[in-house]
């Protein structure tokens, strides 16, 4: 069975960028959403980027509209968040999910409990 794992996080300074990588299964069509979540310490997971497998984003949150972008490389199994103009509230431990759309919605605002998290996730940490 393939495991996710996450990769590509780091310390960087305010401005900077990572491009964070999530290798998986292999997800082809609509029937799946693809996203990436992070936690900070002593928050809750929030939905960061999702992505229709096989298709276009259909959600990123307010916070990094414009500064984030996620897409899919189905042909290496991989999903992928690059990151630009870092700031400190980015700040967390990143990890990637996949959710069946009839369960989770690919559209909208993405609830963590309905996706399935596979990896440990990647750190994140932005200095001012």
């Known amino acids: 069975q393939v495991q996710p794992v996450e990769s590509g996080g780091g310390s960087v300074q305010t401005g900077g960028s990572l491009t964070l990588s999530c290798v998986g299964r292999?997800?082809?069509?609509?029937?799946?959403?693809l996203g990436w979540f992070r936690q900070a310490p002593g928050k809750e997971r929030e939905g960061v980027a999702i992505?229709?497998?096989?298709?276009?984003?259909?959600y990123y949150a307010d916070s990094v509209k414009g500064r984030f972008l996620i897409s899919q490389d189905s042909f290496k199994n991989t999903l992928y968040l690059k990151m630009i103009n870092l700031q400190p509230e980015d700040s967390a431990n990143y990890s990637c999910?996949?959710?069946?759309?009839?369960?989770?919605?690919?559209?909208?605002?993405?609830?963590?409990?309905?996706?399935?998290?596979w990896g440990q996730g990647t750190q994140v940490t932005v200095s001012s």
């Open positions: 292999k997800y082809t069509d609509g029937h799946y959403c």
């Open positions: 992505i229709v497998a096989g298709g276009a984003a259909s």
């Open positions: 999910g996949s959710a069946e759309e009839w369960r989770a919605g690919c559209f909208g605002f993405p609830r963590p409990e309905r996706y399935n998290f």
